[in-house]
């Protein structure tokens, strides 16, 4: 079963930075998964921030966020980061760290296993 644990959300001011990281667990082979980050913020549906293959070679990012958020992996400590620098207030949400087996890493909505997340708020 795979598992997926967030952190290093916490409250920033806009225009600051903070660095998200996912560690991944169960996996039999961590970079045979895609892996991303996705936000929800409150009254507004769950979007997709940032993915990554499992090579880490080809990346997909929100135009909102296209810029000033960084997503990297480390294969070989399973885990999965997103720094975010230049931080705005619209960029409050909880972030969920997500996982797919496989190549096709810029389907969202295939994406099957979730964390818990941690949660992000930027204050003006």
């Known amino acids: 079963q795979v598992q997926l644990v967030e952190s290093g959300g916490g409250s920033v001011q806009a225009g600051g930075s903070l660095r998200l990281s996912c560690a991944a667990s169960?996996?039999?082979?961590?970079?045979?998964?895609?892996m991303g980050w996705f936000r929800q913020a409150p009254g507004k549906e769950r979007e997709g921030v940032a993915t990554?293959?499992?090579?880490?070679?080809?990346?997909y990012y929100a135009d909102s966020v296209k810029g000033r958020f960084t997503i990297s992996r480390d294969n070989a400590k399973n885990t999965l980061y997103l720094q975010m620098n230049s931080l705005k207030p619209e960029d409050t949400a909880m972030y969920y760290c997500?996982?797919?087996?496989?190549?096709?890493?810029?389907?969202?909505?295939?994406?099957?296993?979730w964390g818990q997340g941690t949660q992000v708020t930027v204050s003006s």
């Open positions: 169960g996996y039999y082979t961590y970079s045979s998964y895609c």
């Open positions: 997500a996982a797919r087996y496989g190549r096709v890493c810029h389907r969202l909505s295939e994406y099957n296993y």
């Open positions: 990554i293959d499992g090579g880490g070679r080809s990346t």
